[in-house]
């Protein structure tokens, strides 16, 4: 019997600079690499695979299901959750458009052309989220993150 690697799609949100948003699945995504591909996902139906540059997004939300969960208000103060669970540096991300997440991370640096963040919100339909390091105005780390 063969050895296969199978790899696993990942189900995302990648979200534009500009505003536009795409929902589909990749399986080639890596933080190393400035594209990937998605297989674009519109009204439940999978569709054609376009080749994705990192350099145009905001972030790529690693999501629970696309639909997202349409009544659920997401914590997003530290204070709203028990942290106790949650690995690694708290932080808060302001977007370059005005948006603010707050979250942890492991990886998060300056020199690095994007980083990871859990949500703070074990309830959200973010599982993660990359961040690309281009489209943030500020970052926040520790108890900085709070505020």
């Given at each position: 019997?063969?050895?296969?690697k199978?790899s696993?799609r990942n189900?995302?949100?990648?979200?534009y600079?500009?505003?536009r948003?795409?929902k589909?699945?990749?399986h080639?995504?890596?933080?190393?690499k400035?594209?990937?591909h998605?297989?674009v996902?519109k009204?439940?139906?999978e569709g054609?695979?376009?080749?994705?540059n990192?350099?145009e997004l905001?972030?790529i939300?690693f999501?629970k299901?696309?639909e997202?969960?349409?009544?659920?208000?997401?914590?997003?103060?530290?204070n709203?959750v028990?942290?106790?669970?949650?690995?690694?540096?708290k932080?808060?991300?302001?977007?370059n458009d005005?948006?603010?997440i707050r979250?942890?991370?492991l990886g998060?640096?300056?020199?690095?052309?994007?980083?990871?963040?859990?949500?703070?919100d074990?309830?959200s339909?973010?599982e993660r989220?990359y961040?690309?390091?281009?489209?943030?105005?500020?970052?926040?780390l520790?108890s900085?993150?709070?505020?």
């Amino acid at each position: 019997m063969l050895n296969q690697k199978i790899s696993e799609r990942n189900r995302i949100v990648a979200r534009y600079q500009d505003g536009r948003i795409i929902k589909g699945y990749t399986h080639d995504f890596s933080p190393a690499k400035e594209t990937f591909h998605l297989t674009v996902v519109k009204e439940g139906v999978e569709g054609e695979v376009i080749e994705i540059n990192t350099t145009e997004l905001k972030a790529i939300f690693f999501v629970k299901s696309f639909e997202g969960k349409k009544d659920y208000n997401e914590k997003k103060q530290f204070n709203e959750v028990d942290i106790s669970n949650l690995r690694g540096m708290k932080i808060k991300v302001e977007f370059n458009d005005g948006e603010i997440i707050r979250g942890v991370s492991l990886g998060y640096s300056k020199q690095r052309k994007g980083f990871f963040i859990v949500p703070l919100d074990p309830e959200s339909n973010n599982e993660r989220i990359y961040v690309i390091a281009r489209s943030v105005k500020d970052v926040k780390l520790g108890s900085l993150a709070d505020s």
